[in-house]
């Protein structure tokens, strides 16, 4: 050719990576959605079990202290307030284990979105 350019010669593997392209794309594709359906989908929270809360390791969910077998008189757990309950650090007490992608909206409304 005159004034043109060349096209360099394509290599012989070239069509064989187009094959296996297309071919791993379709084998790849419903793998990947699947992965990505779980990925979106609410999780629980497997410490609290989606409830957002714990029993308080201190008082044991009683929420007093103390009491017959110690001998102590019976008061409040100055842990957990006498709920009985803390909330979960691991979730941040929305019992999803990614809370990171459901985020309650400051202001909720009656409307869609916090109209």
Not at 41 to 59: A, D, I, S, T
Not at 70 to 97: F, H, I, M, Q, W
């Amino acid at each position: 050719m005159e004034g043109g350019m060349t096209v360099p010669p394509t290599p012989a593997w070239a069509g064989a990576a187009a094959v296996f392209a297309v071919v791993g794309l379709q084998v790849a594709s419903p793998l990947l959605l699947r992965s990505a359906r779980f990925v979106m989908k609410p999780q629980k929270c497997k410490e609290c079990l989606g409830v957002g809360n714990n029993l308080c390791m201190f008082c044991k969910g009683r929420g007093k202290q103390g009491g017959l077998f110690t001998g102590d008189p019976l008061e409040k757990c100055v842990y957990c307030g006498g709920r009985g309950r803390e909330l979960c650090s691991k979730c941040n007490a929305t019992g999803l284990s990614n809370h990171w992608l459901y985020k309650p909206v400051k202001n909720a409304g009656w409307g869609p979105r916090g109209e």
